[in-house]
């Protein structure tokens, strides 16, 4: 783990994270591979972004004795993903906390002006008492990761967490200025965008690699 001059951003570089990105990032990976691979980062990910979960003591017996031990205190999750290739980080989150509910949030980049356009949102209730960790596999222009976390907080998320595989340094700083509270996880820090608003080296078009569309 690494913090870029930011305590609220957090590069997640494992070893294992940077060979499967690696992978990832290979324009030859096809595309079973590719949505594979994504959901085992998410899983890898969850690790750290979920260190500060709080715990409680509780008494347990086993086959030899009984003994005082921890346990997750309870605290509610909530994954949401940004449609549509965030849904390619969700599984992998699941299979470690498979009692997190999951909602939903539809944007799409306007080609022109590059910035989000809402289509759908659907959240589980009590979105004030949970963790919310929102996921997108590229943190590009920041406009996408911005607009998705101010819709949360409209309908009352305050605890939130932003989650990322590849992110660009304007992305980065957009996200930050517009929402300072809320920690960014990635495991890659890239160079610049270009005139498309594409990261670059990047992994080209998250979703379009993820479900096989071009």
């Known amino acids: 783990m690494r913090i870029i001059d930011d305590p609220k951003v957090i590069v997640?570089?494992?070893?294992?994270?940077?060979?499967?990105?690696?992978?990832?990032r290979n324009k030859n990976t096809g595309t079973n591979e590719f949505r594979r691979i994504v959901n085992e980062i998410g899983g890898l990910?969850?690790?750290?972004i979920t260190r500060d979960l709080e715990l409680e003591d509780v008494e347990i017996e086993t086959p030899l004795a009984k003994m005082k031990t921890k346990q997750l205190a309870g605290e509610k999750l909530c994954?949401?993903?940004?449609l549509r290739a965030g849904l390619g980080m969700v599984e992998g989150i699941l299979q470690l906390i498979p009692s997190a509910r999951v909602g939903?949030?539809?944007?799409?980049?306007?080609?022109?002006?590059?910035?989000?356009?809402?289509?759908?949102?659907?959240?589980?209730?009590?979105?004030?008492?949970r963790l919310i960790i929102v996921v997108d596999p590229m943190l590009a222009t920041g406009g996408s990761a911005v607009s998705a976390i101010s819709l949360i907080k409209k309908r009352g998320g305050k605890n939130?967490?932003?989650?990322?595989?590849?992110?660009?340094?304007e992305g980065v700083k957009r996200l930050r200025e517009a929402h300072p509270d809320v920690p960014i996880y990635i495991a890659a820090l890239d160079d610049h965008l270009n005139d498309k608003g594409y990261i670059v080296p990047g992994l080209g078009d998250a979703?379009?690699?993820?479900?096989g569309t071009k």
Do not use: S, W
């Open 160 to 169: 939130i967490k932003f989650v990322c595989l590849v992110a660009a340094p």
């Open 12 to 24: 997640i570089d494992h070893p294992l994270i940077v060979h499967k990105l690696t992978q990832i």
């Open 79 to 82: 994954v949401c993903p940004i």
């Open 207 to 211: 979703g379009d690699r993820i479900f």
């Open 45 to 48: 990910m969850v690790y750290e």
């Open 104 to 129: 939903h949030i539809g944007l799409y980049r306007n080609e022109e002006t590059l910035e989000p356009v809402e289509y759908f949102a659907k959240f589980p209730n009590k979105l004030e008492d």
